[in-house]
T-cell receptor, first 115, second 114 residues
Framework: AQSVAQPEDQVNVAEGNPLTVKCTYS??????LFWYVQYPNRGLQFLLK??????LVKGSYGFEAEFNKSQTSFHLKKPSALVSDSALYFC?????????????FGKGTKLSVKP | DTGVSQNPRHKITKRGQNVTFRCDPI?????LYWYRQTLGQGPEFLTY????????KSRLLSDRFSAERPKGSFSTLEIQRTEQGDSAMYLC????????????FGPGTRLTVL
């Protein structure tokens, strides 16, 4: 069965410091991996995805994520955090070609960036 | 705004009543998905359509839930005889297949069952 784990309920960082939000996955075949962000009272916004190719994926708002097949991880990173990055972050996975179309989401990680 | 829209944004109902939500996807998208999100959890898949065909239903979608996409454009999600456990945010998303694979989400409909 496909699954996603986000081991941290909350991540706290100081503004200007690098941030990492962790995600590990379990899926048969080649995974399609996604990160979404959710601000209060708003829908999920797409940040970035890994389908194939370069293991380092760059996305919106300066975020990037590294696909590591051996560790089945897809951690979200940003070199310098902003207070405005404070939000709820979700990792999601979909099986590759031939799989069902829906996304499997993690429980989410609350990112808090302090000035 | 050409994003995914959902109506209503909020719905408060009494237990036992029926409710219906609407989702309008991005116009050229052929896939439409429904998810449910409860507090402290990630979205959970309910069902999805490709054009007007309902291709997959989650075990979460009990007999009280029904979804339609009659013309392959907008979709409705109906919950009959609502229960307090149905209280959640109901999210709609759309995508284009074959294509970029990412799903674009609407703002959601928050349902409160009293």
């Amino acid at each position: 069965a496909q699954s996603v784990a986000q081991p941290e309920d909350q991540v706290n960082v100081a503004e200007g410091n690098p941030l990492t939000v962790k995600c590990t996955y379990s899926v048969s075949g080649n995974p399609y991996l996604f990160w979404y962000v959710q601000y209060p009272n708003r829908g999920l916004q797409f940040l970035l995805k890994y389908i194939t190719g370069d293991n380092l994926v760059k996305g919106s708002y300066g975020f990037e994520a590294e696909f590591n097949k051996s560790q089945t991880s897809f951690h979200l990173k940003k070199p310098s955090a902003l207070v405005s990055d404070s939000a709820l972050y979700f990792c999601a996975v979909k099986g590759g070609e031939g799989s069902q179309g829906n996304l499997i989401f993690g429980k989410g990680t609350k990112l808090s960036v302090k000035p | 705004d050409t994003g995914v829209s959902q109506n209503p944004r909020h719905k408060i109902t009494k237990r036992g009543q029926n409710v219906t939500f609407r989702c309008d996807p991005i116009s050229e998208h052929n896939r439409l998905y429904w998810y449910r999100q409860t507090l402290g959890q990630g979205p959970e898949f309910l069902t999805y359509f490709q054009n007007e065909a309902q291709l997959e239903k989650s075990r979460l979608l009990s007999d009280r839930f029904s979804a339609e996409r009659p013309k392959g454009s907008f979709s409705t999600l109906e919950i009959q005889r609502t229960e307090q456990g149905d209280s959640a945010m109901y999210l709609c998303a759309s995508s284009f297949i074959p294509g970029n694979n990412e799903q674009f989400f609407g703002p959601g409909t928050r349902l409160t069952v009293l």
